[in-house]
């Protein structure tokens, strides 16, 4: 395991279709983050896990979008009836939860690239 | 409002200049985190500071938080082409789980 990755990487829909995407963190790593990236700007927080706990939600997570990570493992996230505004880049991250510097560094996967049309 | 301000938002040198990019904010943080990212992947985490006035190098990178940890600036001697990308500053406090990040500085170094 060589770092965090993520499926699919690219991903196109058509409005009102549900997507899921699916992210594998660092294996020793029991935390987990969701963030929405569009053009020009940085990722904006959705969303994180600690274990199998959802700890935070943005504001920005409508009641469309839902995020699991039901074995404290592996995470989803789906969006249901999906809206032109929904492309974006969705990025998952993953952090240790240990004490020092360790503890405060998140480490990425490539990304998903969702286009709905 | 972001919480983590970026300047300049746009960057383009020539190789061999210099460069300096800069992470403000009104908040105190307990660490705050340099990536960088190239269209189409994730970002790639270049540094983790945590102590006020703490300076970083990496190579010809080198990463200064502020004394009172509001503020950070990334600066690149002799940036070369591959140093092309989006910087982004991070940050958290002891009392969050989740991270910020500004909206980057997007760097152009041409030949």
């Known amino acids: 395991d060589t770092g965090v990755s993520q499926d699919p990487r690219h991903k196109i829909t058509k409005r009102g279709q549900n997507v899921t995407f699916r992210c594998d963190p660092i294996?020793?790593?029991?935390?987990l983050y969701w963030y929405r990236q569009t053009l020009g700007q940085g990722p904006e927080f959705l969303t994180y896990f600690q274990n199998e706990a959802q700890l935070e939600k943005s504001r920005l997570l409508s009641d469309r979008f839902s995020a699991e990570r039901p074995k404290g493992s592996f995470s989803t996230l789906e969006i249901q009836r999906t809206e032109q505004g929904d492309s974006a880049m969705y990025l998952c991250a993953s952090s240790p939860q240990r004490a020092g510097l360790a503890g405060k560094e998140q480490f990425f996967g490539p990304g998903t690239r969702l286009t709905v049309l | 409002t972001q919480l983590l301000e970026q300047s300049p938002q746009f960057l383009s040198i020539q190789e061999g200049e210099n460069l300096t990019v800069y992470c403000n904010s009104s908040s105190v943080f307990s660490s705050l985190q340099w990536y960088r990212q190239e269209p189409g992947e994730g970002p790639v985490l270049l540094v983790t500071?945590?102590?006020?006035?703490e300076v970083k190098k990496l190579k010809r990178l080198t990463f200064q938080f502020g004394d009172a940890r509001k503020d950070s600036s990334l600066h690149i001697t002799a940036a070369q082409p591959g140093d092309t990308g989006l910087y982004l500053c991070a940050a958290t406090t002891d009392s969050w789980g989740k991270f910020q990040f500004g909206a980057g500085t997007q760097v152009v170094v041409t030949p």
């Open positions: 500071v945590v102590t006020g006035g």
């Open positions: 294996s020793e790593h029991n935390r």
